[in-house]
T-cell receptor, first 115, second 115 residues
């Protein structure tokens, strides 16, 4: 059973427009959420995170929104650039259990930004 | 500085053989993780080391899988009697410690193919 779900396997947007990637989770013990970006033949790279005590975290063109009641988070990229084309993974961690422990990943969404 | 490195980058083996996959974490990182990414899936947690000890090995699928980190730095993931279903990319990650919300830095992975 998938505890972290990314229901869109792919997303295509035009350069300069907004990209919105969605993620749902089922485990109410998750209290720390992350987005990773992955290029082919490379390991995932950390992008942005959010703690459950917040509902928004912004870093440059990237903003993550968290809706705890809906167990839903989203990543907004504005404006999208061709270099953003990659697979984006949503991940969650039960941080309250103590420390930097295992991450539970979704299946990923492949984002393509067209010039 | 050097990131997480993994060797070999590719490993092809025959069913029933034994393989070892190596991970060199970022210098000074005390926490080390192994994940496995099958085709079309997100990374799946296998085991987490804090120093030399395995703090959480709940993700190891069965007793054919074993990992060590004898000196608290380099780690080796060992798979006995490999099966075709073991074919995947094996990712290693490290983080500074277990102080919570520590970013996990991933290596490029080892692609294991069991024929």
């Amino acid at each position: 059973d998938q505890q972290v779900k990314q229901n869109s396997p792919s997303l295509s947007v035009q350069e300069g427009r907004i990209s919105i990637l969605n993620c749902d989770y089922t485990n109410s013990m998750f209290d720390y959420f992350l987005w990773y970006k992955k290029y082919p033949a490379e390991g995932p790279t950390f992008l942005i995170s959010i703690s459950s005590i917040k509902d928004k975290n912004e870093d440059g063109r990237f903003t993550v929104f968290l809706n705890k009641s809906a167990k839903h988070l989203s990543l907004h990229i504005v404006p999208s650039q061709p270099g953003d084309s990659a697979v984006y993974f949503c991940a969650a961690s039960p941080l309250a259990q103590g420390g930097s422990e295992k991450l539970v990943f979704g299946k990923g969404t492949k984002l393509t930004v067209n010039p | 500085g050097a990131g997480v490195s993994q060797t070999p980058s590719n490993k092809v083996t025959e069913k029933g053989k034994y393989v070892e996959l190596r991970c060199d974490p970022i210098s000074g990182h005390t926490a080390l993780y192994w994940y496995r990414q099958s085709l079309g899936q997100g990374p799946e947690f296998l085991i987490y080391f804090q120093g030399t000890g395995a703090a959480d090995d709940s993700g190891l699928p069965n007793d054919r899988f074993f990992a060590v980190r004898p000196e608290g730095s380099v780690s080796t993931l060992k798979i006995q009697r490999t099966e075709r279903g073991d074919s995947a990319v094996y990712l290693c990650a490290s983080s500074l410690g277990s102080g919570g919300q520590e970013e996990q830095f991933f290596g490029p992975g080892t692609r294991l193919t069991v024929l």
